[in-house]
């Protein structure tokens, strides 16, 4: 019988050896987004415990570094799509790949959200008999559809599952994704969710003088922090204008930013927030709403939470599992922007409720370091490496 693919607590102690992990990531510095974040996270935790890494990723003309916490860094030749120019696509072949995981010889390979490099990826581990998780972080085949390409989702939907059914595991975000990649044949399934920094992100970081400068006549102040790009529906938030004593902060920055900002006139654009600046920004909100309908997780909400921020989200994806109800914030129905708006301004109106949200969100977070979800990654590692040697490679 082959092993739980969802690691119980202390099952990594079964794999005594440090672990070599080759990462094949679609993405990296300096793209900031989720899957960067959550490999460099990993990366770090990796080094830390004396483990030894390779990544694997696309060149980018802005600079990749050669090096992150120590482990040395490979690019291969990439392109950028027009609708999505923070994201470049590999060139590379196969055989590159195959001879890159011979020289360092790994005992895993971690696919960061596989689509075109990770499928390459996918092809040279099972071809060298190497143990690979996939890791499922991105929605693109309904971004499809906001960016206009709705007609290529069921063969992107096709491409992903073949893809991810060469993997030994494939580890999804949130029980919503789960599911939806359960509904469309994946296999091999189990849920890797995804740690924050409470140090770093803390209402202890709240400044005064910021809030006053954005709400200077008190008004309570709700905000969104993100990706300005269509397929995070940060548009909605047209729905939440007029709500007396509100002002809107957005902190991020995109391709919609110039319409979201003559839809949205009376809001503050801050445009994107780095090192201490992002989490004083957060801390400084009242409120944080998150509009978009295909997080797969929602990392950003960690973060809000993690300021001691309630949080506003669509009952659909990576929310239902991050946003308890009547505890750390309110879930609305996904396209019910009436709903929405009823939810903020029970908030806006309730300080003593707000507040009450905004502990309990804390609190709910503060168990999900990224150095415990990491040891959960290296459990399914050695899951992964335990599988690798009784299911026969699936190349396809």
Known sequence: MLPSLQPGVGSRTAYHCHVRVAFVAECFLPSLNGVTNSVLRVLEHLGHEGHQALVIA???????????????????????????????????????????????????????????????GV??????GIPSIALYQ???????????????????WHHLRSLHNMAT?????????????????????????RGVDTVRFTPAKRDERL????????????????RLGSEKQVSDLTALSGIPGVRMV???????????????????FTGVRTGEDL??????????????????????????????LPVIAPRRGGPVDLVSPSHNGWLYAPGDLTDMRAKVIDLVGDGYKRAAFGRTARSMVQHRSWPQVCDQ????????????????????
Do not use: C
Not at 380 to 388: C, D, S, V
């Open 279 to 308: 989490p004083r920004h957060l801390a400084s909100m009242d409120l944080f709403v998150h509009p978009g309908e295909m997080e797969t997780f929602g990392q950003a909400i960690q973060e809000a939470q993690a300021s001691g």
């Open 123 to 128: 092809l040279a581990a099972a071809a060298l």
């Open 58 to 120: 696309p060149d980018d003309p802005r600079g990749v570094p050669t090096q992150y916490a120590g482990f040395p860094v490979v690019t291969t030749p990439s392109f950028t799509l027009p609708w999505y120019p923070d994201l470049r696509v590999s060139m590379t072949s196969k055989h590159h790949l195959t001879t890159q995981l011979k020289v360092f010889a790994p005992d895993v390979v971690h696919l960061a959200a596989p689509v075109v490099l990770g499928h390459k």
């Open 169 to 193: 595991i494939n580890l999804a975000p949130s029980t919503w994704t789960h599911d939806e990649l359960m509904g469309h044949g994946f296999s091999r399934l189990a849920i890797w969710g």
């Open 138 to 156: 991105t929605d693109i085949p309904n971004y499809l559809g906001q960016y206009g390409y709705s007609l290529t989702e069921p063969l992107f």
């Open 211 to 226: 809030h006053a400068a954005w709400a200077p006549n008190g008004e309570i102040v709700v905000g969104y922090m993100g």
């Open 377 to 396: 990654l290296l459990d399914h590692y050695a899951t992964a490496i335990e599988l690798g040697v009784r299911l026969p490679a699936r190349i396809a």
């Open 250 to 268: 957005i902190v991020g920055d995109g391709p919609e930013r110039a319409k979201l900002e003559k839809a949205i006139p009376q809001a503050v």
